[in-house]
């Protein structure tokens, strides 16, 4: 079955704008995480998502924002970009909670 | 606050020489522990799971094992295309639920 599809994969934006990323978990999955990837942090936690609710959250500003739609598919909102949101930004599904995560490709985000 | 520690940074071995990666952590109450690999660029593919201490699991030349503080992943007759970062990650159901990962290791296999 097809996998996690994550769009746009790459994306370069300047300071002050915001920005949306999109996934579409794996058919069947109703929990989609999302998370920032960096080469001084590694994986963090954004939030989690199930049948359209914000499950559990990160400990990220607020400007970091999301929301799923009712075919589990899932966009994550960065508002007023920092150069530090330059990331590998992921999101992963799954079936439920402690049930293994399925990663999409990432969506490079370069701030400028 | 759950922690996960992971060891080596960093690896190097030789085609064929075998050797175990280490994932330490403190949490409360753990429901689950994953292995992912990662090749640069990409996103974490998924390994194993385990839920319990002493259970094992294998795939190919890889496998995974669970104790109540830490877990392996042993690395048998490795090649050159098992390189990639390792990462381990625990699911815990203290406070708010979700999967925090270790930082973890390069692992490179020269011919």
């Known amino acids: 079955k097809a996998g996690v599809t994550q769009t746009p994969r790459y994306l370069i934006k300047t300071r002050g704008q915001q920005v949306t990323l999109s996934c579409s978990p794996i058919s069947g999955h109703r929990s989609v995480s999302w998370y920032q990837q960096t080469p001084g942090q590694g994986l963090q936690f954004l939030f989690e998502?199930?049948?359209?609710?914000?499950?559990n959250k990160g400990n990220f500003p607020g400007r970091f924002s999301g929301r799923q739609f009712s075919n589990s598919r899932s966009e994550m909102n960065v508002s007023t970009l920092e150069l530090g949101d330059s990331a590998l930004y992921l999101c992963a599904s799954s079936f439920d909670r402690a049930y293994e995560q399925y990663f999409g490709p990432g969506t490079r985000l370069t701030v400028t | 606050e759950d922690q996960v520690t992971q060891s080596p940074e960093a690896l190097r071995l030789q085609e064929g020489e075998s050797s175990s990666l280490n994932c330490s952590y403190t949490?409360?109450?753990?429901?689950?522990l994953f292995w992912y690999r990662q090749d640069p660029g990409k996103g974490p593919e998924f390994l194993f799971t385990l839920y319990s201490a002493g259970e094992e699991k294998e795939k190919e030349r890889l496998k995974a094992t669970l104790t109540k503080k830490e877990s392996f992943l042993h690395i048998t007759a490795p090649k050159p295309e098992d390189s990639a970062t390792y990462l381990c990650?625990?699911?815990?159901?203290?406070?708010?639920?979700?999967?925090?990962f270790g930082t973890g290791t390069r692992l490179t296999i020269i011919p």
């Open positions: 998502y199930f049948s359209e609710t914000q499950r």
């Open positions: 990650a625990v699911w815990t159901n203290f406070g708010n639920e979700k999967l925090t």
């Open positions: 949490v409360s109450g753990l429901r689950g």
